[in-house]
């Protein structure tokens, strides 16, 4: 009982001004906080607002094998670096794809490089490769599906978020 009386009186002998400078303090916290979480909501909405998401793979018909990469994101991707393998060995570019066919399967094809500095914007389309030999095809799709040819592209957004895409699957990374 003794205890409730001296919250009581602590309160009854409290000046109303110190009441009120303690409750404009109390506000100014709460106000920072506020503040502060909207801040971070407000940074996350902008990175978001120039997300990149840089996507790839082969289509084909009976005539044509065609690798595309293209932007589906919201903003510009500007490439790191770009890995193009076989069998798990580095090779210099796309266009190393072909050295891997047999000659009595060569064919002509069409090819794009990109590397790194490169910026892909959004919606870009970008013919990685082009093959319209069928023996040519057949081969590079057997391939393709085992597994054999990787080709992994690490990009950034305009932020310094990356990612790095192996055509299928897009995950952070550092590049």
């Not at 794809?97 to 794009?112: A, G, I, T, W």
């Amino acid at each position: 009982m003794e205890e409730n009386q001296s919250k009581t009186s602590f309160f009854k002998n409290m000046k109303p001004e110190l009441l009120m400078a303690s409750l404009a303090v109390l506000i100014s916290f709460l106000t920072l906080f506020v503040y502060l979480y909207q801040s971070s909501l407000m940074k996350t909405q902008q990175k978001m607002s120039v997300w990149p998401h840089v996507t790839f793979g082969p289509s084909w018909g009976s005539d044509y094998l065609a690798i595309n990469l293209i932007n589906k994101g919201v903003g510009p991707a500007l490439v790191k670096g770009v890995r193009v393998a076989i069998n798990g060995q580095n090779v210099d570019g796309i266009e190393s794809l072909m050295e891997y066919v047999p000659d009595s399967l060569q064919s002509e094809f069409n090819y794009s490089s990109i590397f790194p500095g490169q910026v892909i914007m959004v919606g870009e389309d970008i013919q990685l490769l082009q093959i319209q030999n069928p023996k040519s095809i057949s081969y590079l799709l057997n391939l393709l599906r085992a597994g054999k040819i990787q080709i992994e592209v690490c990009y950034c957004s305009i932020y310094e978020d990356c990612w790095m895409s192996n055509g299928i699957s897009v995950n952070e990374s550092e590049c």
